[in-house]
């Protein structure tokens, strides 16, 4: 395969145009070529060069496309993603990864049957405030962390929206739109938990969809992780808190990328993806023998790197960072929680 790999969108609503597309066309060596709108051409406006089609079929039997990026709404992410597998193209698909973890193992098999690369889009792994937490962690800043909570709050009390995302069907709802990050998080800082307790209902009225979470990871009898989500919260809570054997972090609001893109930002803007002091973390530890109280500039995040990992990976020379295997365990706890929650019980994590 020659170092410029063809990339094709399938979508260019909400995720194709403002998680997707920037990044695809930031990053050398990945050429956006074709776009499927069925009713637009919207692409064109900021990528005059792609080709737009009205069906996917199109990218399937093309031979100069290597890699499909799939970002229909979530319910659908299963049929695209092993269509465009058994077309032999690569696939990055948009998280959550699928409703079910049986069918994120089938995809999973089916890329390794046909010796393709499979990863799923978990851009908040390349959020400044992860990547912040990351490294604190790393560096054992606040020491073996005890207890932490991870908040994705709104206020948003009334039911008016006609977005896929607040229908009934499985895989939609906020427990698999934001929790799953959250869940990526978990497992990618702290390991695969050892019990779940799910708190997961619908509050506002009219609604179709989860609307609420609440949900602690145990690990062993010293490590609780919290995460959890409502619509009602008009007075912000922390983002991230962790409490460890050396101290605390505390870390208010959300990765400045997707604002500033919504704003008409553009990946390799000056400033893009740093975030203001105002709301870096509060670190209060004992570091070198030392009582240290003050603020720790967040890392500058950036969603590019999510598709130069995948690009160096197809060509041979990287790990794939986010492997499928991994967004499948974060659909597992997804469906544990779930259970847990219908149960009124905790349950032991078997993934």
Known sequence: MSKNIRVGLIGYGFAGSIFHAPFVDAVPGLELAAVVERKSAHSKEKYPWVNVVNDVRYLYEDPSIDLIVVTTPSTDHFTFTRDALLAGKHVVVEKPFTPTAAEADELIALAKEK????????????DGDYLTIKKLLAEGMIGDVREATFSWDGFSPVMNSTNWREGSQPG????YDLGVHFFDQALTLFGVPDAINGDV???????????????????????????????????????????????????????????????????????????????????NSTVGGLHVEGVVETFHGNYTGYYENVYRHIIGEAELNVKPEEARNAIRLIELALQSCEEGRTLPVTL
């Not at 939609?172 to 427990?175: C, I, K, L, Y």
């Not at 101290?247 to 930002?265: H, I, N």
């Open 201 to 283: 209902r619908i509050q506002r009225e009219g609604a179709s969809a989860h609307d609420y979470f609440d949900v602690t990871l145990f690990y062993g009898n010293q490590l609780k992780v919290r995460v959890k989500s409502s619509k009602f919260v008009r007075e912000a809570n922390p983002r991230y808190v962790l409490h460890g054997t050396k101290g605390s972090f505390v870390k208010y609001g959300t990765d400045p990328q997707e604002a500033t893109l919504l704003g008409g930002g553009m990946p390799g803007d000056y400033g893009f993806g740093i975030e203001l002091r105002e709301i870096w973390g509060k670190l």
């Open 172 to 175: 939609t709802g906020v427990f």
């Open 115 to 126: 010796g393709l690369v499979l990863s799923v889009y978990h851009n908040r792994r390349y």
